[in-house]
């Protein structure tokens, strides 16, 4: 092969790759759609997985910043429940009972068991972030949520049950 010969295949091969991004780019979210939309077929009791799409979440470091401005001690450790409980989406739903959601925003602040805080108010990231550190005792007691409990049901096991992962 000549040298031109290995320029044409590498102009190929980079289009190549260029349209499988781009086709990437079109396919990944519309299949994320569609099984978010399968699980709320299948789960109609906790629908709202639309909002756990790419380009919904804040990042990580967007996470850690908002925990250290609400004043929690282990910011990382805030980050990692409202990620296990969000994903990172500032307008989580979830818990979906009679059409209303239950768990708010992005530490899913549960309505049922604190009812001084409305779904507006939790939809606002950083007041969602103040209602976690309330609830949580200043981050001392995660408690609480369920993603913290081996055993999320019973509420027993060693902390750190599916939060662990993301720490």
Not at 11 to 37: E, M, R, T
Not at 71 to 86: C, L
Request: no cysteine.
């Amino acid at each position: 092969m000549s040298d031109r010969d290995d320029i044409v295949w590498l102009v190929v091969a980079a289009l190549g790759i260029k349209l499988l991004h781009d086709y990437n780019a079109a396919i990944v979210p519309a299949l994320q759609q569609k099984g978010a939309d399968v699980y709320d077929t299948l789960h109609p009791q906790e629908r709202g997985h639309a909002n756990d799409l790419p380009g919904k979440q804040l990042t990580r470091a967007q996470l850690e910043q908002l925990a250290k401005n609400a004043g929690f001690p282990d910011p990382h450790f805030a980050t990692a429940i409202t990620i296990t409980e969000s994903g990172g989406v500032p307008n989580a739903l979830g818990d979906i009972r009679d059409d209303k959601p239950i768990s708010i925003g992005l530490w899913q602040i549960n309505t049922r068991a604190h009812p001084k805080y409305g779904r507006d108010h939790l939809l606002i990231p950083y007041n969602n972030a103040l209602a976690a550190y309330e609830i949580s005792k200043g981050g001392a007691n995660w408690g609480p949520w369920s993603t913290y409990w081996r055993d999320p049901v019973k509420r027993t096991g060693p902390g750190q049950g599916r939060v662990a992962k993301f720490l």
